[in-house]
């Protein structure tokens, strides 16, 4: 079974997914702008729609307890677009921490993870369905977010509930994986996101040969890599047999990456722009079909 905003689904009803998004979003109070703050609900359902009429399923949205979470927003737009949302615990980058995060213990954090899994979050009866987006930053991680990272994983052990993660700029996912594996994780479990930022194939392997997922989910911000780069990339992974391995999506963090604001394709980059990109590199229906919908599954039911 899957945990969704709505309840839970079975796995085989998932349908089509981006594993790694922002619907519900504040970064304001860090960043100091209003481009992270997501408060425009009708512009957020229009640009949710739009994904959904190219042939998207579900979310899984890993805004997470200090990045401006609100799971009742959730809710509105998972019935109002009558998408899957997967809504996720966890704490951010060491910046985002708050003096609770920065005090506690592993142990203490996994508390509050397992219990936003099995009883709710915030006072509802929401329950979380993954552990993320759990982070570090570079060049070096900090000591909250390593204690972060090893609670997620004693609680991912403990409730069979997968973790995701944020590797600053595609890096630190060895030693997020030795982190995360070292608590007794199931390597099938854990995704390493944004990994198709490190444009490093051997990297990428090893990650691989470890049994981990890595996300290809900063598709469309071409600013930092162009598409056509992470599609070769892909592909290059696929034909040396990681195909099960592998999750995509675009990770929206800012408004104006949405596709009102003209520039980038919001949440449509996957599959308006960078699933034809695969398709002219000759990638099989079956392939495109782990990709987008049996990996998500995969790693989400329990």
């Known amino acids: 079974m899957i945990q969704t905003v709505m309840g839970e689904i079975l796995a085989s009803e998932l349908g089509v997914t981006m594993c ?30 739009n994904m959904k009429a190219l042939g998207v399923e579900a979310v899984v949205e890993v805004s997470c307890n200090d990045m401006g979470r609100d ?10 677009c009558g998408l899957h949302i997967i809504a996720s615990t966890g704490y951010y980058l060491e910046e985002y921490h708050s003096d609770f995060v920065k005090s506690s213990s592993s142990e203490e954090l996994c508390e509050v ?6 009883q709710g ?24 977010e390593r204690r972060v990272l090893i609670g997620a994983a004693m609680a991912g052990r403990k409730t069979g509930t997968a ?9 630190l ?32 392997k090893e990650l691989l040969k470890m049994g981990v997922n890595i996300g290809f989910d900063t598709i469309g ?22 195909e099960k391995q592998l999750v995509l999506s675009q990770d929206i963090s800012r408004k104006s990456y949405f596709s009102k604001c003209g520039a980038y394709a919001g949440y449509m980059a996957v599959m308006q722009d960078f699933v034809p ?19 998500p599954a995969h790693i989400l039911d329990k």
């Open 20 to 49: 790694h998004e922002h619907l519900a979003l504040d970064l304001s109070p860090v960043r100091g702008d209003d481009d992270s703050r997501f408060d425009d609900k009708d512009l957020v359902c229009q640009e949710l729609l």
């Open 71 to 80: 799971v009742g927003r959730l809710k509105e737009y998972s019935k109002i």
């Open 113 to 118: 993870f397992c219990r936003e899994i099995t």
């Open 121 to 144: 979050i915030d006072g509802t009866d929401v329950k979380a369905g993954i552990i993320g987006e759990v982070a570090s930053g570079e060049p070096r991680m900090g000591e909250s």
């Open 163 to 171: 973790v995701t993660t944020h590797c600053q700029l595609g890096r």
């Open 173 to 204: 996912g060895l030693e997020q994986a030795e982190l995360l594996l070292g608590q007794g994780m199931d390597p099938a479990k854990i995704i390493l996101g944004h990994l198709d930022l490190a444009d490093d194939r051997a990297y990428h």
């Open 221 to 242: 911000k071409i600013s930092y890599l162009s598409d056509e780069r992470r599609a070769d990339n892909l592909m290059y992974l696929v034909e040396h047999g990681y």
């Open 277 to 295: 990109l695969l398709k002219e590199r000759g990638i099989k229906e079956e392939t495109l079909s782990a990709l987008l919908i049996h990996n």
